[in-house]
Structures are given as C-alpha cells and as structure tokens.
C-alpha cells in the first residue's frame, strides 16, 4: 500500500492535469480540479522550502557546536538565515522595521548586502567564464575555428566599445550580428534543445504517470 498508494495519486494528478488542458474551465469540473491541485502544490512547496530550513539550520548546527572545519562560515550562514528571515516574517503593523517593505530589515539587508555581494559573485564569474572560453576556444578543427569566430563576434557585439569597434568595420555589422546569428542561428540551436527538453519532460511525465518511474518514492 506504501507504493500503490503515491503511484495512485500521482497518475490522478498528472491525469487531470492534462485533461483539464482540453477542457473549458468555467463549463468543467475538471478547471476547477485543476486550480485546487495547482493551490496545493504551492501549499506543498511552502512546506519543502520549511524543510529545508530546518536542514540546513540542523546540519550547520551540528557543524558549529562540533567545531567542523568552516565551522565559522557555517555560523554566518546560519545568522544570515534568520537575520533575513525572522524579520520578514513579522507583521509590518509591529514596527516599521518588520516586513518587506521599503525601510524594513530585510529591504535594507537585500538592498546594500545581498545585491552587492551578488554584483561582485557575477563579476569574479566573468573571468572564469572568459578563462574558460580561452581553453574552449581553441581552433583546433573547422568546427572550433567557427565557434570562435562566432563566439568573438557576439563578444564584440554585447559590449559598447567592441559594437563602435565593429561599425568602424561596417555600419551594419552589429545589426547583421543581430540578425543572423543571434534571432537566426542561435534561436534555432535554442529551440533544438527546448524540444528536445520538452520530449524529456512528456516521456519522464509518461513514467511516472504509468507507475514505472519510482525515484520520488526512494525507489531507483
């Protein structure tokens, strides 16, 4: 009953999902079904996100109080959490300072810590990825040597003096580069891969949904 128990619920719910697709909302039951389940996996992701609060807060714990290696950071970690946190989650009518609204705690943290530190992660991650575009780009073979002619164009393109740079070459050169690569070459390559994720997702849906695919229930 453990294991038939979830098949049954998830084929139901995967099954009124996709028949209310077909279905006029406001002549079927089945739009209605389909906003309650819709409701409940909100209400289900809320409680996930609780859980791994209390992982993460236990996990780091038990790092502290053991004095692991970085117990430090771990420390910082935790205090981070509910610094954010415990703030917002107290009404504003209390004080000011509570909620998420502009002067509040967590507006202030968000605003002169978080969004500074994640500036500087991007920033240090552009050297990185020009670090690894150096060792990727190799031309090595044809199929290297027009990545990296297309990869140095588009380059050129996305910053200011690199697009003055390439209208010195021609005043249409930029909007070429618009055009044929990144709405006409580069569009088509994304659309490849979304099918091709969008076929991963039905099959993975269809196995689930006949109860072959057991993952979410700790089963392989």
Do not use: C
Not at 34 to 43: F, M, R
Not at 89 to 110: H, K, M, Q
Not at 200 to 219: C, D, F, H, Q, V
């Amino acid at each position: 009953m453990r294991s038939v128990l979830p098949i049954i619920v998830a084929f139901l719910s995967g099954f009124i999902m996709i028949a209310s697709f077909f279905f006029n909302a406001d002549r079927s039951f089945l739009g209605k079904l389909e906003e309650d389940l819709l409701t409940w996996v909100t209400i289900v992701g809320g409680f996930t996100l609780l859980l791994g609060v209390v992982s993460i807060t236990r996990v780091n714990f038990n790092a502290v109080k053991q004095k692991k290696e970085d117990w430090f950071y771990k420390l910082l970690t935790l205090i981070a959490i509910y610094v954010m946190a415990v703030p917002a989650i107290l009404p504003s009518s209390w004080s000011p300072l509570f909620g998420d609204e502009a002067g509040s705690i967590y507006d202030w943290l968000f605003t002169y810590v978080d969004t500074p530190m994640m500036g500087t992660m991007f920033a240090m991650l552009a050297f990185y990825i020009a670090s690894a575009a150096y060792r990727a780009f190799r031309a090595r073979n044809p199929e290297a040597t027009l990545l990296l002619m297309t990869a140095t164009l588009v380059m050129l393109w996305r910053i200011p003096m690199g697009e003055a740079f390439l209208r010195e070459i021609s005043i249409h050169l930029p909007d070429y580069i618009n055009t044929f690569i990144m709405k006409g070459a580069t569009m088509a390559v994304q659309r490849g891969i979304i099918i091709g994720a969008a076929l991963g997702g039905a099959s993975m849906s269809l196995r689930i949904l006949l109860g072959i695919e057991r993952t979410y229930m700790g089963k392989g």
